[in-house]
C-alpha cells in the first residue's frame, strides 16, 4: 500500500492498518506493546546499541541493563522542521540510572535525527521540575547540547 492511497481509506480502516502494522512490528520484536511506536522503537534501538536486555515494560527507573552494566533509560521523541524550543521528552519520574539515551526521529520517516548519551546528573541539571505532572523534564534542544553523540551507533542499529 502505498502512502497516497492511504487518503481513499475511511478512519476506521486506516486503524486497522494501523493495528497490523503494530501486530507485525510486535511479531518482528521491534516493538512489545500497542501503543504508539515511538517509545518501543527507541527501547528496542537501544537494546542493540547497548547490547544488553529489555526490563520488563514499566520498569521503575530505567529500560535496560547494557553490557558493561550500565542502566539506561531511553527517552525519545519526533521532531520535524521548525519544531518549538518547548518540545519536550517525556518525564523523568527519578533517576535512578547511569545514563539516558535520549534520541530524535524525523516525525515523518523515524530516521534518527540525533541521539545523545547523557549522565544521570548531567540530565537532572539540565531538567525542570513541573509541579503539575510532579516529574522532571527536558527539552530537546538542551538534550542535543548534553552528553556525548551517539547518532552514528543508533543509526547503524536501524539500519540492521
Known sequence: MTAASLDTLTPGQLLAQYAAILGELRGRGIVRTGNAPLGDYAEYLASLVYNGPLEPNSGKSYDLVAADGRRV?????????????????????SFD???????????VTYEIVWAREISAAEVEEAARFS?????????????????????????????R
Open 73 to 93: 533509560q531511553v527517552k525519545a521523541i519526533t521532531i520535524a522542521d521548525g519544531v518549538r524550543a518547548s518540545a519536550t521528552f517525556s518525564a523523568f519520574r
Open 97 to 107: 540510572f547511569d545514563v539516558a539515551a535520549m534520541l530524535a526521529l524525523d516525525r
Open 131 to 159: 509541579a503539575h505532572i510532579n516529574a522532571h523534564s527536558v527539552r530537546s534542544p538542551v538534550a542535543a547540547r548534553l552528553g556525548i553523540d551517539v547518532t552514528d551507533l543508533f543509526r547503524r542499529a536501524a539500519d
